[in-house]
């Protein structure tokens, strides 16, 4: 079964950002920047930053055109 996805109305917009910072200052230090880092890998991921894993780097050196 499928879970259906909750919409949540607020009456200040400022709410939902105030509820975060709350919940962010009860955890320690180092649960943030773990979070930090996860949420970056998905931000990264869903902007198709990310190289497949396995991919070989490649270094090209070239000469500078204005030379």
Do not use: C, H
């Not at 919940?23 to 773990?34: G, L, Q």
């Not at 996860?38 to 070239?62: Q, W």
């Amino acid at each position: 079964m499928e879970k259906k996805r909750v919409i949540t109305f607020y009456k200040d917009k400022g709410e939902p950002y105030f509820q975060e910072m709350l919940d962010s200052m009860k955890e320690s230090p180092a649960e943030r920047f773990v979070k930090f880092f996860e949420n970056k890998a998905k931000m990264d991921a869903f902007l198709g930053l990310v190289k497949p894993k396995g991919s070989r780097r490649t270094l090209t050196i070239r000469k500078p055109e204005w030379i």
